[in-house]
């Protein structure tokens, strides 16, 4: 890096430039405004932040304006109001700033484990798993409407108290049984935690993504909200076409096939994770072993 200066330094004289001093420290500094200027510029594009952002420019520009022209009157009420404007600001792009604390805390930046990784037991069984797409598929057959909502990490119990209590394990009937027409649970949601469905006719946020196409009713709706707002996954059976979709992390996949949803939900299962056992267990088993 000090080479590279000096030929700078050498070659470009004629300029007067000021002494240039890198270090290791200030391309390391560089690096991590580059990544933090990057990603604020991807989030504003990417959210509502991104209108709401070119009503502020308006108005810094006519702040800007005021102190210039020197208007005392109204940079005495800007510098009274100057809290309430940032309290204001945090009130209105509470629920990206929501989204982007998640997402800090899904990467486990700060999750120090000095240890063998412990095992983690995985969401729901084999079984589970199996009822699941065979629900789905039999009732995609005959185009019954169903939303199917698998808790992972966060909890769903808000969106479960809306609901009626089921606590029953999984079947591929059970779920076929409460989204058949005409029948007392068929209208809204059904939450899935481990292998039990704990609640049905449950309500869920609906998202306010403007990209959805305007051929989805309230159910995929619905689904993709609870995606926005959880950790959750969710299985929508179109009632008008029968066709299977899948929403996770606010992204909608449509018209699944059955291998498609067998290999997202052994991916949601998390079963890989169950294998990695700690050093000091896998050492004892092979001892007990040999």
Request: neutral net charge; aromatic residues 6%; hydrophobic residues 45%.
């Amino acid at each position: 890096m000090s080479a590279v200066v000096t030929w700078f330094e050498e070659h470009f004289s004629w300029l007067h430039l000021p002494s240039i001093t890198v270090t290791l420290t200030d391309v390391v500094e560089i690096l991590i405004l580059g990544f933090i200027i990057y990603k604020l510029l991807k989030w504003i594009m990417t959210s509502h932040a991104f209108s709401l952002l070119r009503g502020i420019l308006v108005i810094v520009v006519a702040v800007s304006l005021i102190y210039l022209l020197q208007m005392d009157t109204l940079i005495y009420i800007i510098n009274q109001g100057m809290s309430l404007v940032i309290l204001t600001a945090v009130v209105i792009f509470q629920p990206e700033l929501r989204k982007a604390l998640e997402s800090l805390g899904e990467r486990q930046l700060l999750n120090f484990n000095f240890g063998p990784r412990a095992q983690i037991a995985q969401l729901f069984s084999d079984r589970t798993l199996n009822e699941l797409v065979k629900g789905s598929v039999e009732m995609a057959k005959v185009k019954t409407g169903a939303l199917i909502v698998i808790e992972q990490n966060e909890s769903l119990h808000d969106y479960e108290r809306t609901g009626i209590e089921v606590d029953a394990i999984v079947t591929s009937q059970l779920l076929i049984n409460i989204f058949e027409k005409n029948t007392p649970l068929h209208d809204g949601a059904v939450i899935v935690r481990g292998d039990r469905v704990t609640s049905a006719t449950c309500y869920l946020p609906l998202s306010d993504n403007m990209s959805i196409s305007k051929a989805l009713g309230t159910r995929h709706r619905a689904g993709l909200g609870a995606s926005e707002a959880t950790d959750s996954l969710t299985i929508i059976v179109s009632e008008e076409t029968g066709a299977i979709s899948l929403a996770y992390k606010g992204k909608l996949t449509r018209n699944v096939n059955e291998k498609t949803l067998r290999d997202r939900l052994t991916q949601f299962q998390n079963k890989s994770e169950l294998k990695r056992k700690p050093l000091w267990k896998k050492a004892k088993e092979e001892s007990e072993e040999s």
